[in-house]
C-alpha cells in the first residue's frame, strides 16, 4: 500500500540511493535509511534544533521537510564534516571549550555554526544570535558554546578556511 | 593529579562528532515499534475496549490490554516504587488525560500508529480534580476510591515550641505561595527497549535508576533479580524526569506477550507532558519575627499536588517534603505539615531540585517580605538567622558544613550589593534581588562498585551511575585515578549494567559523583592493600613497605626497587585483581515529628541578581545573575561550572516562563512552541559562577544547588525594583503588569 | 494511502493539477507548517503540489513604483535582502523575527500568508504596507489586496484552486519612516503575543500619512483609518500618539491564549501603538535605512 518511490540524495559528498514515499520526513530517512544518527528527533516542530542539518549550506530542520523536497540538494551533517579522522575547528572549539552536557544538541549547534562561518562576513552578536538562539539547550551550555563559537570565529578572522 | 583538574569528558569527540548512541540510535534485529493509546479524559470508567479491529491491521503484533494481566503467569498489573496503586495499562478507570489504556507492538511505525486509532474504547466520565487545595477537601471526588479526600499521606516536623516562639515574636507574616506544574523538557524523549529469552528480561532504557527499574520488573514479574538486566546508554538529558520508574513496566510487559522480538517504545514530544511532570504546590508559610531580626517560629502547610498516582511522592515527603520547604536558618521552634494529595493530572515526581525549588520559591520571597516590614536589608536579615557550622537544623541534627553565608555573601558582592546604583524613574525600574537554600540530598541510601586492574594496565571502573550530561563518567574516572594513582587515559568505565557492575540506588539528588565518589575510593584501598599483599612476597618486604607508583608497586623511600602490576599479576597467574567498594548512608526521620537524620550532607547554594522591569509591559530583563554554590572539593573545575551555569539556565525557565496549562485535566501546550525553554538570548547579559571550594570538604553534586533560588532572587529584585510581590510561579509580564496596575 | 507529490515547473502545470485533483490537492511552499499537519495526519491529500519548481514564483522583481516579491521566496532572503532592507524596513524586520532561522529558510511568503496564522510577524507588516496579493486559479489571475485577504484565523479569501503567485509591495511615499515591533511574554524565541506595524511620511513636520497595524492579539492583522487620520495634517505630537494609540487599543477586540490575556493585550497593543510611533517620529531604530526611510 506503500507508494514508494526512488530517490537519488546528495548528503556529505556521497549520493545516496533510497526507496521511501515521498512524504517520509527528511529526518527519518536519514536517521533509518542512511543510518545518520546525529540527526535527532527533540520536538519534532522545528523548533529545537536537534534535528538541524546543512542544504544547500544553510540550516534547516530535517524534522519538517520531505524526502521529496530536498532530492536535489546538497545536504550536510555532522558525520560530513572534517575527515579523514580530524575534526572540523568547530568541532575542536566545542571540545575545548566544554560546550556541551549531554550533547543531544551539540550537532545542531555546530552546524549552525559552521553555516553561520560560512554564509557571514561580518560576525556580530546580532547574527550570533539570528543563527544559534534557534537551537536549544536545556542543560543550560550556552555560555560556553558561546565560548566556543567565539573563539572559532576569531580564528577564523586570523586565517583558517 | 587527576583531581581538580579540567579534563574534557571522556567520549568529547563522539559527541561532537554525534556518534554517542543514544537509545534512539540502538537497533537490534527483528526489533519492533511500540505505541501508547492513552485516555482522553481525565476521569472516566471504561465502559469498552475492543483491540480486535487494530488487530487486523497489517504488521500489528500484539496488542496489550488490562485484560492480558488475568491470564495465567501474567505479571502483576500494579506497581509503584512506594505504594502500589498504578497499573501497567488501565483496567477499569482512567484517572488523567494521557493514562495508558492499551499498548500495541508492530512492524512499522506507521502500523503502530494506524492500530492505536483503530482500538475502539467507551468512557463514561467521572467528576474529576485538579488543583491538590481543592482534592484534598472531603467532599472531593476520589480520584482512588479507597483514598477519601485524596490525601494519600500527612507527614509532620516537629521543633521546638511553637507557641513561644510566635508569643515571642515582635512580628508575624504569613503569606501563599504556590508553583504550576511544569516539564523536565529533556531534548531526549523517554525511550525503552524490552526483550525477553528464555524466561530472562533485557530492558535497555534512558532511565536515571537502574538498578529500581530492575526491581520494580522482577517483582512486576515474580523473577529473581538476576533474570532481569537493565542496560543503560548515555541519556540526552535527565533533570529527574527519567529517575525511578517510567515505561520500562509497560514496555516489558508488551514485550512478554510478543514473546521473543524486542519492543521499543520512544515516546512523542507531546506524550512527555503527560508522563512526569513537577509537582503542582500550594505553600503557606508563617514566620515570627524579633525587631532585631531575629526568627522565632515558622511554620509551614504544603499541598503536594502528587497527580493521579503517588509514584515517589510519599518517598519525598518522608524528608523532602518537610525538610526543604524550611530553609537554612536557626529557628527555635519549626512546625511542617505536608500533604500528599492525588488529582486527576499525570504523575508528579523528581524535578531538578525537587521540593527545594517549591520551597525556596516560598521561604525566600517570604524573607523579603518579612525583610520589607522590618525595614531591614534582606542580606542582613538573612546574616543573622543562616545556619553555621555546629548550629542545629530543625531536624535535631548538627549541621557540620555550613557556608550558607559565605555562597549568599559571595553572590551578593558580584552584583555589587553594597554599591549604591540607580533604580530608574521612567519605564525601565531597575531592582536587586536575592536568595539562598539548602537542599538534602538522599539518607539511607547505598552506591557500590567495582575496580578491576587488568594485566594490561587498563583499570576498569563498573559503575551503575548514569551518564546524563553532568560528566559523573568523567569525574569519577578521575577519583579512581587519583585514588590509584593509575593515570586517567587508563581508567575506563563500565556501566551501568546490572548484569556487569554493582549496585547503585539512583542518580539523582546530587548524590552520584559523592556517594559513588566515596565508593570508589574504599575500592581503591582495598585494591592497592590487595596489590601490596600480592607484591610484597615478591619483593620479599612487608606489604606495609610498599606503595603504588605508576604503574606499579615500589618500596616506599627506595624508587629503584619498582615492580610493574602487569608482573605482580603474572607471576601469580591472575589476569585482574578486582576490589569491591560500598558506601552507604543512614539517616531518616521519624515520621511524627521529623526529627532524626534528614540527610549525610547539605547542598548549599544562593543567588544575586539585578533585574530591569518595564512598568508599561511587566517584562523583565535580567541584567545580571550570580550564582554561588557551595562546592566543597572540586573534582573538574570545568564541569562543575558547566552544572552550576545549568542550574541558572534552568532556573530561569522556571521562574519566568514553564507551565504545562491544563484545562479540565486536557493539556494546552504539549509541545514545544507553546511551552517555552529558555535560549540562548534569554540569558541574563551577564552571567557569573561562584564556586566555594574547600579541599579538605566533602565532595559534592552540583547540579542542583544554585537553580532553587532563582526565581526567589528575581521576584526579590523585581519587589525591589517596583514594589510588588508575585507569590505564584511562573513570573510572566502579565502577573507584574496586574500588579502594578491593581488588576 | 500517502500522499503523492508533483513537482510542476510551471504555474500552469501547477494549477492544473490543483484543479484535477480539487479537494485532494494541497500546494507545497517550504513545509514548515503542512508538514507538520501530514505527520500528525490532521490532513490527508491524495496530492501534493510541490512548488518548489515553479519558475514564476520565484524572486524579487524591481519597479519603480515596488517590489513584486514571488511567492516562493524565503523569509530568510527578505529579512536579509538589502533593497528590502532599504526601502521596506518593516517587512525585513517582521520576517527577521519568524521563528528561528531554520525556519526562515524555509518558510516562504505565500505560504506564511496562505497559513494566515494569526500569530504570526509578516501578515502584520505587509497591512501596514497596503501589499497586495497576485493570485491564480481555475478563472484566471486576480488581485487582493491584503486587507481583504485574512478572514479569521487559518482562514483566507483564496478560492479552491487558487495559488498566491506574487505579493506586490508599493514603496511608501518619500519621507517615510516605518518599523516593526514585536512583543514575547516567555522566551526569546516565542510567537507574539503583539506584533505592531507602523509607517509614517511627514511634509515639513506634518503627518501625510500614517498607517499602523496590529496583528497577533487578534484574529487577524488589524487597521484602523479612522485612527490613523488623527494625525493626517498634524504634527505628530505626544498627544496625538496617546490618542491613536487609544484609539486602536478600543477598536480592537483582543483574543486570549497562553501568551497573554484579551484585556492585557489591549493595555499592550496601547503600550506598542505608542512605542511605534515614537519610534517612526523620531526616526531611530529604522535599521540600515537608506534614503527615504
Same mark, same amino acid.
Given at each position: 500500500m506503500a507508494n514508494r518511490e526512488r530517490f537519488a540524495l546528495h548528503v556529505n559528498g556521497q549520493i545516496h540511493v533510497v526507496e521511501a514515499e515521498?512524504?517520509?520526513r527528511l529526518l527519518d530517512v536519514l536517521r533509518a535509511d542512511l543510518g545518520l544518527t546525529s540527526v535527532r528527533e527533540g520536538c519534532g516542530i522545528g523548533v529545537c534544533g536537534a534535528c538541524t542539518v546543512l542544504m544547500g549550506g544553510r540550516p534547516v530542520s530535517s524534522c519538517l521537510l520531505l524526502v521529496s523536497q530536498v532530492h536535489h540538494q546538497e545536504i550536510v551533517t555532522v558525520e560530513g564534516l572534517g575527515g579523514n579522522g580530524v575534526l572540523h575547528p568547530v568541532q575542536q572549539a566545542f571540545i575545548e571549550h566544554f560546550a556541551?552536557? %549531554?550533547?543531544? %544538541?551539540t550537532p545542531g549547534f555546530i552546524l549552525s555554526t559552521v553555516a553561520m562561518l560560512e554564509k557571514e562576513p561580518d560576525l556580530d552578536e546580532q547574527v550570533l544570535g539570528e543563527y544559534l538562539s534557534g537551537n536549544l539547550c536545556r542543560c543550560g551550555s550556552y555560555l560556553h558554546i558561546l565560548k566556543a563559537v567565539r573563539t572559532v570565529a576569531r580564528g577564523r578572522q586570523h586565517g583558517f578556511s | 593529579m587527576a583531581i581538580g583538574r579540567s579534563v574534557p569528558v571522556r567520549d568529547a569527540e563522539a559527541r561532537v562528532r554525534g556518534a554517542v548512541a543514544y537509545l534512539a540510535d540502538l537497533r537490534l534485529p527483528g526489533m519492533l515499534t511500540a505505541k501508547i493509546v492513552r485516555s482522553p479524559f481525565p476521569h472516566a470508567r471504561i465502559r469498552h475496549l475492543d483491540p480486535r479491529p487494530a488487530l487486523r491491521i497489517p504488521g500489528v503484533v500484539a496488542i496489550l490490554t488490562a485484560e492480558d494481566f488475568n491470564r495465567p503467569g501474567a505479571p502483576r498489573l500494579f506497581y509503584g516504587v512506594d505504594r502500589k496503586d498504578q497499573p501497567v495499562v488501565a483496567r477499569d478507570r482512567v484517572r488523567y488525560v494521557g493514562e495508558p489504556v492499551a499498548a500495541i507492538a508492530a512492524e512499522t511505525p506507521e502500523a503502530a500508529e494506524e492500530a492505536a486509532q483503530a482500538i475502539e474504547v467507551e468512557y463514561e466520565e467521572l467528576p474529576a480534580v485538579f488543583d491538590p487545595l481543592t482534592a484534598a477537601k472531603p467532599e472531593a471526588p476520589r480520584v482512588h476510591e479507597d483514598c477519601p479526600g485524596n490525601v494519600f499521606l500527612h507527614t509532620r516536623l516537629r521543633h521546638g515550641d511553637l507557641e513561644a516562639g510566635f508569643a515571642a515574636a515582635d512580628l508575624i507574616v504569613e503569606e501563599t505561595y504556590t508553583t504550576p506544574p511544569a516539564c523536565h523538557a529533556a531534548l531526549e524523549p523517554h525511550g525503552v527497549i524490552a526483550q525477553w529469552a528464555d524466561g530472562r528480561l533485557t530492558v535497555w532504557s534512558a532511565t536515571q535508576a537502574p538498578f529500581v527499574v530492575q526491581e520494580t520488573l522482577a517483582e512486576l514479574f515474580g523473577l529473581p533479580r538476576e533474570a532481569v538486566r537493565v542496560i543503560v546508554p548515555p541519556l540526552g538529558g535527565g533533570y529527574g524526569g527519567k529517575g525511578y520508574v517510567r515505561l520500562e513496566p509497560l514496555t516489558a510487559v508488551l514485550a512478554w506477550k510478543v514473546g521473543g522480538r524486542p519492543v521499543r517504545l520512544i515516546l512523542e514530544r507531546s506524550e512527555e507532558f503527560v508522563t512526569l511532570t513537577r509537582h503542582a504546590a500550594w505553600i503557606r508559610i508563617r514566620t515570627g519575627v524579633r525587631r532585631d531580626g531575629t526568627l522565632t517560629a515558622r511554620q509551614v502547610e504544603v499541598y503536594w499536588g502528587a497527580g493521579a498516582y503517588a509514584d515517589i511522592t510519599p518517598r519525598l515527603l518522608r524528608s523532602a517534603g518537610l525538610v526543604r520547604v524550611v530553609g537554612p536558618y536557626r529557628i527555635p521552634a519549626v512546625h511542617v505539615d505536608a500533604y500528599g494529595v492525588y488529582t486527576n493530572l499525570p504523575p508528579a515526581g523528581p524535578f531538578r531540585g525537587t521540593m527545594s525549588f517549591e520551597g525556596a520559591w516560598a521561604y525566600e520571597s517570604h524573607m523579603d517580605t518579612i525583610a520589607h516590614a522590618l525595614g531591614m536589608d534582606p542580606l542582613e536579615l538573612r546574616r543573622r538567622n543562616l545556619l553555621r557550622p555546629g548550629d542545629r537544623f530543625c531536624t535535631g541534627e548538627v549541621i557540620e558544613e555550613a557556608f550558607f553565608w559565605e555562597c549568599l555573601e559571595a553572590a551578593a558582592r558580584h552584583v555589587g550589593w553594597d554599591q549604591p546604583y540607580e533604580k530608574g524613574e521612567g519605564m525601565r525600574r531597575r531592582g536587586r534581588g536575592l536568595a539562598v537554600m539548602m537542599k538534602s540530598t538522599l539518607p539511607r541510601s547505598r552506591s557500590e562498585c567495582r575496580l578491576v586492574l587488568r594485566a594490561d594496565g587498563v583499570l576498569e571502573l563498573h559503575t551503575g551511575t548514569v551518564e546524563m550530561g553532568q560528566g559523573a563518567h568523567t569525574a569519577l574516572a578521575q577519583i579512581a585515578a587519583a585514588e590509584t594513582e593509575i593515570p586517567l587515559e587508563r581508567v575506563q568505565v563500565i556501566g551501568p549494567d546490572t548484569a556487569q557492575v554493582p549496585y547503585d540506588a539512583t542518580t539523582s539528588a546530587s548524590r552520584a559523583t559523592s556517594m559513588m565518589g566515596a565508593a570508589i575510593r574504599e575500592a581503591a584501598a582495598r585494591l592497592k592493600e590487595e596489590m601490596r599483599r600480592r607484591a610484597a612476597p615478591l619483593l620479599e618486604v612487608d606489604p606495609e613497605e610498599l606503595i603504588l607508583q605508576g604503574a606499579g608497586v615500589t618500596l616506599r623511600g627506595r624508587p629503584e626497587v619498582w615492580i610493574a602490576w602487569e608482573e605482580v599479576l603474572r607471576r601469580h597467574g591472575l589476569e585482574a585483581l578486582e576490589a569491591h567498594g560500598v558506601f552507604e548512608t543512614q539517616g531518616g526521620l521519624d515520621p511524627e515529628t521529623g526529627q532524626g537524620i534528614a540527610s549525610p550532607h547539605w547542598h548549599q547554594g544562593a543567588g544575586a541578581c539585578e533585574v530591569e522591569v518595564d512598568i508599561e509591559t511587566g517584562k523583565v530583563r535580567i541584567l545580571r545573575y550570580c550564582a554561588a554554590a557551595y562546592a566543597g572539593r572540586v573534582i573538574n573545575p570545568a564541569l562543575a561550572t558547566l552544572q552550576n551555569e545549568g542550574n541558572m539556565v534552568f532556573g530561569l525557565g522556571q521562574a519566568l516562563m514553564e507551565q504545562i496549562f491544563f484545562d479540565q485535566g486536557q493539556p494546552l501546550n504539549a509541545n514545544m512552541s507553546d511551552y517555552q525553554i529558555p535560549s540562548l538570548r534569554d540569558l541574563p547579559e551577564v552571567l557569573e559562577s561562584v564556586l566555594l571550594e574547600s579541599p579538605e570538604g566533602s565532595i559534592h553534586g552540583l547540579g542542583e544547588m544554585t537553580l532553587p533560588p532563582v526565581a526567589p532572587a528575581i521576584a526579590n529584585a523585581i519587589f525591589d525594583a517596583v514594589g510588588v510581590r508575585i507569590r505564584d510561579l511562573p513570573i510572566t509580564p502579565e502577573k507584574i503588569w496586574r500588579a502594578l496596575h491593581g488588576e | 494511502m500517502r500522499p503523492e507529490v508533483l513537482h510542476p515547473s510551471t504555474l500552469s502545470d501547477a494549477l492544473a493539477a490543483l484543479a484535477a485533483y480539487g479537494e485532494e490537492a494541497r500546494p507545497l511552499a517550504g513545509g514548515t507548517a503542512l508538514v507538520l499537519l501530514l505527520h500528525h495526519r490532521l490532513i490527508a491529500p491524495r496530492v501534493l503540489i510541490c512548488l518548489e519548481e515553479v519558475r514564476e514564483l520565484r524572486g524579487f522583481q524591481f519597479a519603480e513604483e515596488g517590489i513584486r516579491i514571488g511567492a516562493m521566496v524565503r523569509l530568510q532572503e527578505l529579512a536579509r535582502f538589502p533593497q528590502i532592507r532599504e526601502r521596506l524596513p518593516a517587512l525585513a524586520l517582521a520576517c527577521r523575527e519568524v521563528g528561528n532561522i531554520r525556519i526562515r529558510n524555509q518558510a516562504t511568503l505565500g505560504g506564511n500568508l496562505a497559513e494566515a496564522d494569526y500569530a504570526s510577524d509578516p501578515p502584520i507588516a505587509l497591512m501596514a504596507l497596503e501589499a497586495i496579493l497576485e493570485v491564480h486559479g481555475p478563472n484566471g489571475p486576480r488581485e487582493i489586496p491584503i486587507s481583504e485577504f485574512f478572514r479569521g484565523p487559518y482562514t483566507t479569501a483564496l478560492e479552491p484552486g487558487e495559488l498566491i503567485t506574487a505579493v506586490r509591495t508599493p514603496f511608501p511615499p518619500p519621507g517615510s519612516r516605518m518599523t516593526y515591533l514585536k512583543f514575547r511574554t516567555r522566551s526569546a524565541e516565542d510567537r507574539p503575543c503583539l506584533g505592531v506595524a507602523a509607517l509614517v511620511a511627514f511634509e515639513d513636520g506634518i503627518c501625510r500619512e500614517l498607517r499602523i497595524a496590529v496583528g497577533a492579539a487578534c484574529e487577524t492583522p488589524q487597521r484602523r483609518p479612522e485612527v490613523e487620520r488623527l494625525a493626517i495634517g498634524r504634527p505628530l505630537t505626544e498627544v496625538v500618539i496617546r490618542a491613536i494609540a487609544q484609539g486602536y487599543a478600543d477598536q480592537i477586540e483582543t483574543l486570549n491564549d497562553l501568551r497573554g490575556s484579551a484585556a492585557y493585550r489591549k493595555r499592550m497593543i496601547e503600550v506598542h501603538v505608542r512605542r511605534a510611533l515614537e519610534e517612526v517620529r523620531d526616526g531611530h531604530r529604522s535599521f540600515s535605512a537608506g534614503a527615504g526611510c
Open positions: 515521498p512524504t517520509r556541551f552536557q %549531554c550533547a543531544y %544538541c | - | -
